[in-house]
């Protein structure tokens, strides 16, 4: 029978603080009733409540390249403990908590009715029938569409119709570049220590994005039902389908949970394509399919086409200049 013992060092996690501290060298004991004793590392952290951080380590402190990726948490109190138990402490290791992932938005778990009642102004008939969808587990999304420049600096290139300003939304990508910009971002995120391995950049399925976009409300829009759009054009780029254009992110309100051209602007490549079945459902599984959705709308669409419930089929070669997308961070 193995014992839990753990050993507590207090930090205090800053916004974009580094704090590194050390676990001494300690073995494995036995006890005198026959117990084999185990020491892990408990890390005492004291932060903001909702804060999120990652949790690092290494043995060998002088190798700037040897940081690895423990975990990420997010804190429910203003002290929280946190034990590694990936391995019992038999020789020194340092630890040290850093503010993750910038430019995200932790999305909670939670249950939402997906889709819109038939009653629902500007609705077409591929959003139901409405299902209640549960996550279990959270997951970080993108506070703004992927840039031309973050693109550019990962990909090397720049696919976009509108270019001149590095903060547009890219666009005029296929779901397959998508698809490649979010398993080259894991790659290097994972190869160089600061992402767990369990954790991946992808785009968001159909369900985590109307979740996320919905931020708990049941409205047609985040902002409210807004039957004659004229709080819209606070929160939305849309309607100018002849002389309009993408606008650089951020530039209008965000949603509740601080989300940004959830509506308007480009419209957003999803992960897939769900089916509705009525009833509910739990964690429902992405889909290969080659079809895929685009939500949210865009600066080439009229009003209706903006609401929360609203979809678009997107073949994954297909190329407008209409459609870009953002990525979420989420747990395999």
């Known amino acids: 029978m193995t014992k839990l013992i753990h050993g507590r060092v207090s930090i205090t996690a800053g916004a974009l603080m580094t704090i590194s501290f050390v676990v001494a060298p300690l073995a ?18 004291t932060g903001q409540v909702a804060s999120l951080y ?31 138990t990936a391995t019992p402490v038999q020789a020194q290791r340092y630890y040290r908590s850093m503010r993750w992932p910038l430019g995200m938005a932790w999305i909670p778990p939670g249950t939402f009715l997906m889709g819109s009642p038939s009653t629902e102004s500007g609705r077409n008939s591929n959003e139901g029938p409405q299902t209640y969808v549960t996550f279990t ?5 993108g506070k703004f569409e992927v840039t031309q420049g973050e ?42 220590g600061r992402l767990p391995t369990r954790w991946v950049y992808r785009l968001p399925s159909e369900a985590q994005w ?26 939305a780029w849309f309607g100018d389908p002849t002389t309009g254009k993408p606008n650089p992110v951020g530039t209008k309100l965000p949603n509740p949970w601080g989300l940004y ?15 509705y079945t009525g009833g509910s459902v739990i964690d429902p599984p992405l889909s290969g ?22 979809r678009n089929p997107y073949d994954t070669v297909n190329r407008e200049a209409w459609v870009g997308f953002r990525i979420i961070l989420a747990a395999q």
């Open 261 to 275: 051209d959830m509506h308007g602007n480009v419209w957003e490549l999803c992960q897939d394509l769900m089916t």
């Open 151 to 192: 693109y550019l600096s990962l990909m090397g290139t720049n696919p976009s119709a509108y270019k001149g300003n590095l903060n547009l939304p890219v666009e005029t990508v296929t779901w397959n570049d998508a698809a490649a910009y979010c398993a080259r971002l894991t790659q290097i995120e994972q190869a160089a």
């Open 210 to 235: 109307e979740y996320a976009c919905r931020a708990g409300t049941a409205t047609r829009f985040s902002h409210g039902d807004d039957g004659s759009y004229t709080l819209l054009p606070l929160y």
């Open 28 to 45: 494995a004991a036995q006890s005198s009733s026959g117990l084999g004793l185990k020491l892990y590392a408990g890390l005492s952290i």
């Open 54 to 84: 990652t949790i690092q380590q290494t043995s060998d402190v002088a190798d700037s390249n040897s940081w690895r990726a423990l975990d990420i948490i997010q804190l429910t109190n203003q002290m929280q403990l946190y034990i590694d």
């Open 289 to 310: 399919v080659t079809a895929r959705m685009t939500r949210g709308g865009s600066w080439h669409s009229l009003g209706p086409r903006l609401r929360s419930a609203s």
């Open 137 to 141: 587990r959270g997951f970080f999304i």
